[in-house]
Nanobody, 115 residues
Framework: QVQLVESGGGLVQAGGSLRLSCVAS????????MAWYRQAPGHQREMVAQ???????DYADSVKGRFAISRDNAKNTLFLQMNSLKPEDTAVYYC?????????WGEGTRVTVSS
């Protein structure tokens, strides 16, 4: 099993930056997909960014150019660098991983962007 623990959320002003981290319990090398999702109040959970093994990186249009997903295999950690934050980025952000077509989720970290 894979356990995912997010951190780095908090309160920032519009235009600010945050860096989210997701630490996996084991090696992330074998994970086919690692991704960040978010869910804002009154909205469904949406994919923000993902790394798909062998295919590359995808971003939601709403964050393209502002967010950057990356991973550090040595530290078993996934990152989401969020720049130029907007109030509409306010949400609980979840780390997601897929291995052998099985999905794993973290508990989420809350991001609040004030205007």
């Amino acid at each position: 099993q894979v356990q995912l623990v997010e951190s780095g959320g908090g309160l920032v002003q519009a235009g600010g930056s945050l860096r989210l981290s997701c630490v996996a319990s084991g090696s992330i090398f074998s994970l086919n997909v690692m991704a960040w999702y978010r869910q804002a109040p009154g909205h469904q959970r949406e994919m923000v960014a993902q790394i798909v093994r062998g295919l590359g990186i995808d971003y939601a249009d709403s964050v393209k150019g502002r967010f950057a997903i990356s991973r550090d295999n040595a530290k078993n950690t996934l990152f989401l660098q969020m720049n130029s934050l907007k109030p509409e980025d306010t949400a609980v952000y979840y780390c997601h991983a897929s291995r052998d077509r099985v999905d794993y989720w973290g508990e989420g970290t809350r991001v609040t962007v004030s205007s």
